[in-house]
Each structure stands twice: as structure tokens, then as C-alpha cells.
């Protein structure tokens, strides 16, 4: 019986760039441009592939995947259907800015099976979402929410992030109380990160803007962890909150560092030991596609002392963590072996517990999760 | 190409010029060179000013060059000057006074606009020693601000100089450069020595040739040397065969044989610079002489330190890189060592701190190896008390303050010219530095000599860095060794995370323990980064921690998103992170900065 596997459609189309963006997407209107875009995914889904595993989670992500029409979405999703055998309770999520959605198209991918949305909030300020380029305010937030549940959403995500620039400890709590009370299913909590080659980046380094320093950002995470715990959310993955029961399963295959196939611009697959990316340029991909050529980049064996170290560094994300023994079925190796003194040393400095049999992050080691995630390198 | 002739013994005269730094005797055997035309004006510039060069941006005075000039006198004979130009840094006066050996006189360069300087006094007395005819020659008289009656006066008092026929010169304008060939044909005396007697040549440098082996630079007192003769180092007693001699134009160029009065070269498939040390005695190994040259001194390190590869796996380099630079510097001592804190290394003996510097500059530079250098230590003396008697230049192997009886320390006499106004400066610094005031002299109206005891080991630390700053650039120093006196010295640890780190220790007088120990600990609390724990820095005498601070417990080190495109991504950049902290030493499970080594250089 082959494991079932999570597929990714990547849609890299944005109404605009953030300030801190440095993902694959791109500020498109060419209405031209989408919908060679969608031909060319549909084409890459209906590529025969070698495999023939259940499909258990699709997740269209972005970029906004809600920049393209509720039809466009609806045709990729359909042909995943027809090629591959999609489980009947298969979790599909699409990621969606608020201002992007409308009713009709909320309706159009919720008949079409869609069963989980996720938001990208950010923050409950309007003066810091202007700043980090977003194009909604606070009160757009609230529109798009109400509508995900009025069309019948009943698995909603917010993200959120923190250490947003003149971002203090007050500003935070308050995002997150105001998410809170939204009640979603999911809440995912980032911590900014300030990437080369991003306006952000520029400001920072010509001073315009001064970021929280670690030990705030420390502060504020801390208390969130507090908090959403307070609000019945389960800290199940360092940055991700759930109601029990609404953790995310897509996810959750990249965290316990199993098989996934990715389409589209830039977007990765992980089976039979090899990780691969297609290329990542608009263009490029679409190019390959008409051309009937291979969209992809390159490809990445991953032996098995990498396996090892991802699988740790993916599974101690999580925050029940990894057992001996799972580790021990997938690698024929006692983890003893393999990081006995790395695991000795982290519980020594209060990083890291062992609990029925299972390794996991303290709260102090979800807060330091490089420097734990550093020693199991090979 | 230059016809060789031999000349008499009579028509030869050797001579070296001694100066205090900047006062112009590069310049001055340039115009000499110059002046005699020995090579082409375009030659002298390529090959003996380019070598030059190379060795004053190295900065490695530790090599005496010597050149052969050819000059018709005023009086019609031809004479063959051969100038040995040498170091002038207190670190290598064993081997400037080997070359002085080599000569027969001496001109003494003196500053018109700065007048007697530290270092002159030191190599005049040094001259004087080997019973050298000086010249006095002061230079730079073109520039406004010379004053020669003022230079000449202090010639005179301080020196004890006759200047009334003093040379007057400028060597960057070439005036009065034929008057200095002139009286060196005039005034420094004829060399002594006889051809038929047993052979005995002095060598006052050698140096390692990839071609002809090691290359011992000589001056004949006594014999014949001639390529075929099997000679004969009489310190060592080991015997080569001469496969060239030759002579310095300025590059070398072989001649049939050297006697009585030569300066030149000799090579005989030499491997190995130790072989020809410094001040041994050449001789025939068939009719040797009954005595070696006088003065031959082993060297002797005086300043050691630990050098250590950043990077464990350059060890063999560094091994290779010290080997390579012994073979030219027989000075250089080494030997392997293993620290806790930064694995395998070498503690390394040198002459002094400027020597010190240039190896560790040149193994960097050259062999492009980066490398930790830990604190200084001079060589501490310990009697036991068991009455056993230890020398310690590792403060790793200080012993147990319980065995201890006594603790010597060495020390220096240093000669410190300065103008009067900053005497009170030069004296405030003495004293920190536990220096004993011995003797004060005014030089002029204006200048002051002044004369201290200090322990080497306060010398050590930026003391002439300070000295420069504390008198605006004016002070010039000297210093010679004396003796070892006793002194109350402990060893001060320092414990990061409750471990010592050995590299970081240092052994230091008492009553600056605990300055010292507040200043290490307050400048590794702003080295050591933040770690996963906190790290508790404690500075230490025996089991008593007298200073501490601590570097606060890393919170937060990014929780970004990681979903499956961020997989392969965020694996590099952890792979990145390690390897950026392989820069780091781990000591325990602290990981330390390679600056961390350094601090302790730099303590105030």
C-alpha cells in the first residue's frame, strides 16, 4: 500500500508585492498571462506521472491564489480529480487575502470541494498593515471573514505575524485578541523575517525602520503561546494554532518530511527520495508547458543522512514531536545512534523533553528551534 | 657585466651604518650605491632597492644585507667597500652586533632636525663595544628645521664624538656623499688577518636559497676560503664542502676564493639554516683554528605565544609554514602543543615582540593561514618548594600555587628619550607599569633621557603604543635585558560556564590580578555571542573568582514558516549557520569567538 500524498498548486500572481515578500509571485494583471498560466498547470496535472498514490490533501497556495477567477480555480482542481484518485475526505485549502474573495467565487470553489480557507491576515492594525504593503485594512478582514461563513467555511485559518516594525508587545496583543475573537479554526503565527532583496530590507538597512529586537519578539511570542492556549487553541507546530481536530493535514505531510508533488511556477515535490523544483520564472514555466518540455530545475537526491536530518528538524517542528520508534521504522537505525549525544545535550540545556516516548521542543527550544535544528545537521 | 679584480687587504675597508629609525640610512646607502656606480642606476633601483622594499613592507629587519663597493679614491687606488647594513630593532641586537663584528668602523647617521635618539645611543654604545671606528654623519641638512650646531653639540656630550670635521649631508639631495666614501677610505682602519693562517670566517647571516642551499653571509678574519675546501662550523662541528663563494654586487656573484678582510658568501648544499647559526666560526676542517671568533651567543627566545589554525584541519599547514620560515630564520623557535580550548597548535619562541609580529604577519600573509594567537608570556621562573627550579612560558603549566616557593619575572633596562614636557607622562607610565625609576639625564635644554627597570612582561602589552600616544610620537625607547628579579606573580584563569578555558589564561602580577581580571571578563562579555544557556564569565586566582559577568541566555532565534518548498531552503541556511560557527572555538558547549583569544592582547 502506497503512503498517500499531498499536492501543491502554486498560483504566483499577487495584486501587489509586500514589503517583506520574497516568494515566488508576481504583480500580474494580463488577463492573458493568467490564463496561459492555468492552461499550462492543467497540462502539468494531466502529465502522466510514475506514481498512482492517493491524493489525502491539495492546497493552492501563493502568491494570492484568489487573484484568478472562482472558474480558473475550479478547472485545476477539477483535473486533479479526474487524474488522480482524490480521497473523498481529502482536505483542500486555498490561501486568500482578504479584499480577493467575493461570494461568488467563495461559492464557486466551495462546490467545488474546497473545505478550508486560510487567510493572510497579518495584523489588526491598519497603520502597520499600509507599512508592510498589504492591501486590506483591519475592516476588510472582518467583510472577507464574515462572508468565508456565511458561504458555509467552517475550517478557516488567519495568519498573523509579529515583530512588524514599531511593532511593540501591546500592538501584538492586541492582533491577536482581535483574531481570537473572530474565532477561527487555525491561527498560524510568524515571526517576520527580514529577507535580502525586499523593500523591508532596504528600509532596515538605511534605518527608516527599526524592528523589535529579539528578546521583545521573544516577549510577545511567549505570551501568544500563553494566550491562544488559554483560548483552547493547541500549539501543534511552532508557528500553528488549532482548534482540536483542525490542525492542518496538508502540512503536516511537509512536517513529518513525507511525499508531495508540486505544480506550477517554482513549486517543489518530494517522493522516492528525490526533492525536485520546477522553474521558478512566470515565463520559463509556461514556456516548458507549450513547448511539451519538463518544467523542471533541478532535482535533489536526498540520501539518507539529509532524510535524517530533515526528518528530525521537520518532525521536532511539530510540537508532539518524534518518537524512537517512528524514527527507528524509517531509518532501520536506533536514533540513539545517530544523535544520542546531540539529544543529551539539548535536554541538558532545557531545549528539548522525551515524554512517553516522545522527543519535543520545550517552549524555550520552539523559541530557539535554529540553534536545536543546527546540531542535527549530519 | 662587472669586471672582477681582486684587491689588496689594504684597499678593503668594511664599515656598517648605525641610525635611529626614519633618520635616513636606507636613503644614504642608496646614494652610496649610487654614487659608486658598482651596477647600472637602473639595476641598483630593480634589484637592491626592490629587495629592500620587499623586506621593509615585510617588515623583516631581521636579514643584514651586505654589499660590495667598488670606489676610485681621490688618491687614485681602488678600494673595495663592503657596507653591511643592519637591523635596528632591540629584538634582533644579537645579530646586529654580529654584523658590527664583521666590520671595521661604523657611520653613525644622526637626524639634523631630531638630533640623539634612543636607538642611536643604543647602537653607538654597541659599536663601541666592538672597538668600531665611528663616523658621525648628520643628514638631512636641506630641510629648514635642521639645526647642526644643536646635533653637533649633542654628538659630542652625549657620544663623546670629536665634530669639528663632522660630515655634513643630505642624502635625498646627494650632497656630501663623496666626503663619506672619503673618510671611509681614510678613517676606518685597514682589517687585520692573515692569509696563511688557519681559517676563520664569522658568519653574521644565513638564509635558505631553494637553489644553493642555505647561504651563509661571512667575513674572512684569518685564512683562505675556496670552493672544494671542506669546512668545518665550529659551534656545531658539522662539515660541508664548499660548492661556491662569491661576493655581493649586491646579487651575489661567485668568486674564486675569499681571504683575509672579504665580505661575501658562502654555500656548501647546506640543508638546514641551524647548521650555520649566527656568530659561529667557519673553519677549515683539514688545518682548523685553535679557536672559534669570539662572541657567539645561542639565540634565545624571549617572548613566547601559542599560534593555533583557526581551522583544526590547517595544523599540517601551520607545521609546513613554520618549518618553511625556520629554514630562514634559525631565531624562530617551536614546538607542538595542545590546548583544550584550541586543539593542536605550536608554542612559538621569538625574539622580541616587533619579531613576533612579523612571523605571525608572514605565516598569514604568505601561507594564508588564519591563525589565533594567544596572550604573550615572557619565560616566568618558578623555584618549588620542593626546591626544584621551573621555567614557564605556557601559563598552562604554572604550577599549584602550593608547591610554589618564589616567582621571578625578567627584566628590562629601558632608555626612554622624550622632550621635557612629557616627562611627567613617561614617568606616570613607567609606574603603572611597575617600572623603577633609575636615573634621569637632560640630553639638552629641552630633552630628556630617562632610565627604568621594568619587567619585560609589562612591556609586552602596547607599552610602546603607549608611549607613542602618551607623547604625541615623540618619546623614542630602548631597552636591554637585565636580570631576573622576584616578584609576586599568580595565574589568572578564566572560566567560561564554569570551565576553564586554557587558552585565556595568563600569569600576571598580583596586585594587578584583579584590574585585569575585571577588564578580560567586562571585554568577553561583549565578545562571547548570546549561546542556548546562560554563560557565567569568571575570572580567577587559584580557587578565588574575582571577577564575573554573565552573557544572558539566547531567547529568540527565528520562527519563521518552513512548508515544502522551505525544506531544502532552511537546511542550507542551518548548513550556513554551522558553518559560520566554525570560526568559532567550542569549548565545552561554549562556542567562543576567535576575538575572544585576542582580548587579552589588548587590556586596556
Known amino acids: 500500500m502506497n503512503e498517500s500524498l499531498g499536492i501543491y498548486i502554486h498560483i504566483p500572481f499577487c495584486v501587489r508585492k509586500c514589503a517583506y515578500c520574497a516568494f515566488n509571485s508576481y504583480e500580474v494583471q494580463s488577463k492573458e498571462i493568467k490564463k496561459r498560466y492555468v492552461s499550462a498547470v492543467k497540462q502539468e496535472i494531466e502529465k502522466p506521472g510514475d506514481f498512482s498514490n492517493d491524493i489525502a490533501t491539495i492546497f493552492l497556495g501563493g502568491g494570492t491564489p484568489t487573484c484568478l477567477s472562482g472558474e480558473s480555480l475550479k478547472g485545476m482542481l477539477q483535473i486533479c480529480h479526474t487524474n488522480f484518485n482524490v480521497l473523498d475526505q481529502a482536505e483542500i485549502t486555498i490561501e486568500c487575502n482578504p479584499g480577493t474573495v467575493d461570494r461568488h467565487n467563495l461559492g464557486i470553489l466551495r462546490e467545488t470541494g474546497v473545505n478550508r480557507l486560510s487567510f493572510g491576515v497579518q495584523d489588526f492594525h491598519d497603520s ?23 458561504v458555509g467555511y467552517q475550517n478557516v485559518n488567519l495568519d498573523l505575524m509579529f515583530g512588524l516594525p514599531e511593532q511593540n508587545i501591546h500592538h501584538f496583543q492586541e492582533t491577536i485578541k482581535q483574531a481570537v475573537s473572530l474565532e477561527p479554526e487555525h491561527l498560524s503565527v510568524y515571526g517576520l523575517k527580514v529577507e535580502p532583496g525586499t523593500p523591508l530590507h532596504q528600509w532596515r538597512e538605511q534605518g527608516k525602520i527599526t524592528l523589535p529586537c529579539d528578546d521583545e519578539q521573544a516577549e510577545m511570542f511567549e505570551w501568544a503561546m500563553d494566550y491562544l492556549k488559554v483560548s483552547g487553541y493547541n500549539h501543534y507546530e511552532i508557528s500553528n494554532f488549532a482548534k482540536p481536530g483542525y490542525e492542518c493535514v496538508h502540512n503536516q505531510i511537509y512536517w513529518r518530511n513525507e511525499g508531495y508533488i508540486g505544480f506550477g511556477a ?4 518530494f517522493l522516492g527520495g528525490t526533492r525536485w523544483e520546477n522553474k521558478e520564472g ?31 528538524i521537520m518532525h521536532l517542528r ?45 517552549s524555550r527550544g520552539v523559541l530557539l528551534g535554529n540553534c536545536v535544528f543546527e546540531k542535527f545537521l549530519l | 657585466m662587472t669586471q672582477i679584480k681582486k684587491v689588496k687587504q689594504t684597499h678593503i675597508r668594511n664599515f656598517c651604518i648605525i641610525a635611529h629609525i626614519d633618520h635616513g640610512k636606507s636613503t644614504l646607502a642608496d646614494r652610496l650605491l649610487e654614487y659608486t656606480g658598482s651596477i647600472s642606476q637602473r639595476d641598483i633601483k630593480e634589484q637592491f632597492l626592490d629587495s629592500m622594499d620587499l623586506e621593509r613592507e615585510r617588515g623583516i629587519t631581521i636579514k643584514a644585507q651586505a654589499v660590495r663597493l667598488n670606489y676610485q679614491a681621490d688618491n687614485g687606488e681602488a678600494y673595495e667597500l663592503n657596507l653591511i647594513d643592519t637591523p635596528g630593532h632591540v629584538d634582533f641586537t644579537y645579530e646586529v652586533s654580529r654584523s658590527l663584528a664583521a666590520c671595521e668602523g661604523a657611520l653613525l647617521v644622526v637626524d ?14 654597541l659599536a663601541l663595544e666592538h672597538d668600531l671606528e665611528i663616523i658621525p654623519v648628520i643628514n638631512k641638512i636641506d630641510l629648514p628645521s635642521s639645526d647642526v650646531p644643536m646635533v653637533k653639540k649633542e654628538i659630542e656630550d652625549l657620544i663623546g664624538l670629536d665634530c669639528e670635521d663632522v660630515l655634513l649631508v643630505s642624502a635625498k639631495e646627494g650632497i656630501g656623499i663623496k666626503e663619506v666614501l672619503e673618510a671611509v677610505v681614510e678613517k676606518i682602519p685597514v682589517p687585520q688577518g692573515e692569509e696563511k693562517d688557519p681559517l676563520q670566517a664569522l658568519i653574521f647571516d644565513s638564509y635558505f636559497d631553494p637553489y644553493k642551499g642555505v647561504i651563509a653571509n661571512v667575513r674572512i678574519m684569518n685564512g683562505t676560503l675556496n670552493v672544494g675546501t671542506n669546512i668545518k662550523m665550529m659551534a656545531s662541528g ?24 672579504d665580505v661575501g658568501y658562502v654555500a656548501a648544499a647546506i640543508k638546514n639554516v641551524k647548521d650555520t647559526r649566527v656568530g659561529d666560526t667557519i673553519t677549515d676542517a683539514s688545518r682548523p683554528a685553535e679557536a672559534s671568533l669570539p662572541g657567539y651567543k645561542e639565540v634565545q627566545s624571549v617572548v613566547y605565544c601559542g599560534l593555533y589554525p583557526v581551522d583544526g584541519g590547517d595544523y599540517e599547514d601551520l607545521r609546513d609554514a613554520l618549518e618553511k620560515l625556520k629554514l630562514n630564520d634559525a631565531a624562530i623557535f617551536y614546538e607542538p602543543e595542545t590546548s583544550v580550548a584550541l586543539g593542536f597548535g605550536f608554542r612559538c619562541g621569538f625574539l622580541g615582540l616587533l619579531h613576533m609580529e612579523i612571523i605571525q604577519e608572514r605565516l598569514e600573509r604568505e601561507y594564508e593561514l588564519n591563525l589565533i594567537t594567544t596572550a604573550p608570556s615572557v619565560i616566568y621562573r618558578i623555584v618549588k618548594t620542593n626546591g626544584e627550579i621551573v621555567n614557564i612560558s605556557n601559563p598552562t603549566n604554572f604550577p599549584n600555587p602550593d608547591s610554589i616557593s618564589k616567582t621571578f619575572e625578567p627584566y628590562i633596562k629601558a632608555n626612554i628619550i622624550v622632550p621635557q614636557d612629557f616627562v611627567g607622562a613617561i614617568m606616570e607610565l613607567c609606574q603603572e607599569r611597575r617600572g623603577t625609576f633609575i636615573n634621569m639625564e637632560y640630553l639638552d635644554e629641552k630633552r630628556v633621557t630617562l632610565s627604568y627597570e621594568l619587567p619585560l612582561a609589562e612591556i609586552i602589552y602596547d607599552f610602546y603604543d603607549q608611549l607613542k600616544s602618551r607623547t604625541r610620537g615623540y618619546a623614542s625607547f630602548d631597552y636591554e635585558m637585565t636580570d631576573y628579579k622576584e616578584s609576586d606573580l599568580v595565574k589568572l584563569d578564566i572560566l567560561l560556564n564554569a570551565e576553564v578555558v586554557d587558552a585565556l589564561s595568563f600569569i600576571v602580577f598580583r596586585d594587578s590580578a584583579y584590574n585585569r581580571g575585571r577588564i578580560m571578563v567586562e571585554k568577553l562579555k561583549n ?54 560557527k566554525k570560526r568559532m572555538k567550542q569549548v565545552g558547549s561554549v562556542e567562543i ?5 585576542m582580548a587579552v592582547l589588548k587590556m586596556d
Open chain 1, 282 to 312: 512566470l515565463e520559463d514555466y509556461i514556456k516548458c508547458m507549450e513547448n511539451e518540455q519538463s518544467p523542471v530545475e533541478k532535482h535533489e537526491h536526498i540520501d539518507i543522512n539529509t532524510e535524517m536530518t530533515e526528518t528530525m
Open chain 2, 238 to 261: 658539522k662539515v660541508f664542502e664548499v660548492t661556491e663563494v662569491g661576493a655581493f654586487y649586491p646579487a651575489l656573484k661567485s668568486v674564486k676564493s675569499l681571504t683575509p678582510g
Open chain 2, 527 to 580: 565578545i562571547i555571542p548570546r549561546q542556548m544557556f546562560e554563560v557565567p564569565i569568571q575570572a580567577a586566582v587559584g580557587n578565588k573568582v574575582i571577577a564575573r559577568e554573565t552573557v544572558r541566555a539566547l531567547r529568540k532565534n527565528v520562527l519563521a514558516k518552513c512548508y515544502g518548498g522551505d525544506i531544502t531552503r532552511k537546511r542550507k541556511l542551518l548548513e550556513k549557520q554551522k558553518e559560520g
Open chain 1, 318 to 362: 511539530m510540537r508532539h514531536g518524534i518518537s524512537r520508534e517512528y524514527f527507528y521504522n524509517r531509518f532501520a537505525l536506533n536514533i540513539e545512534r545517530v544523535y544520542g549525544d546531540v539529544i543529551n545535550d539539548l535536554k541538558t540545556w532545557g531545549l528539548l523533553v522525551e515524554e512517553e516516548g516522545l522527543l519535543h521542543l520545550t
Open chain 2, 593 to 597: 569567538p576567535q576575538e575572544a583569544f
Open chain 2, 112 to 125: 639634523a632636525t631630531q638630533g640623539v635618539e634612543a636607538q642611536t645611543l643604543a647602537n653607538v654604545y
Open chain 1, 266 to 269: 517554482g513549486a517543489w515535490s
Open chain 1, 128 to 150: 502597520f498593515l499600509k507599512k508592510i504593503g498589504r492591501i486590506h485594512t483591519v475592516k476588510i478582514v472582518q467583510e472577507s471573514y464574515k462572508m468565508a461563513r456565511e
